[in-house]
């Protein structure tokens, strides 16, 4: 069984904080690039973070710069993306996928917004930030 599982989502108040977590299972994790997107009530799907399998780069859009922590522990396979002074803007699903790791920033922030490469995602953990 391959795939991806996203937990830890939940209501929090604006300000508050909230810690994702992606597991995965069936394949090692150290050989792949693994990215969060989210797609809030009314919208597209956006790419949010991501980060490489060969030197642990990591790469954020604007929006969530300063706030957003992405992280991999591979000895759990596991990927967190800690989220800080959260804002109703940060309502949605989130999601985290698998994609093949390439040299050059560009290539990261290309993922994050065309969406390259992607083979597997998961099923999704709804945030919701309201007071």
């Known amino acids: 069984q391959v795939q991806l599982v996203e937990s830890g989502g939940g209501l929090v108040q604006p300000g508050g904080s909230l810690r994702l977590s992606c597991a995965a299972s069936?394949?090692?994790?150290?050989?792949?690039?693994i990215g969060w997107f989210r797609q809030a009530p009314g919208k597209e799907r956006e790419g949010v973070s991501c980060?490489?399998?060969?030197?642990?780069?990591?790469y954020y859009v604007d929006s969530v710069k300063g706030r957003f922590t992405i992280s991999r522990d591979n000895t759990k396979n596991t990927i967190y993306l800690q989220m800080n002074s959260l804002n109703p803007e940060d309502t949605g699903f989130y999601y985290c996928?698998?994609?093949?790791?390439?040299?050059?920033?560009?290539?990261?922030?290309?993922?994050?917004?065309?969406?390259?490469?992607?083979?597997?995602w998961g099923k999704g953990t709804l945030v919701t930030v309201s007071s």
């Open positions: 980060i490489s399998s060969s030197d642990g780069s990591t």
């Open positions: 996928a698998r994609f093949p790791s390439r040299s050059g920033q560009g290539w990261y922030a290309s993922v994050l917004k065309y969406y390259y490469g992607i083979d597997l």
């Open positions: 069936g394949f090692t994790l150290d050989y792949y690039a």
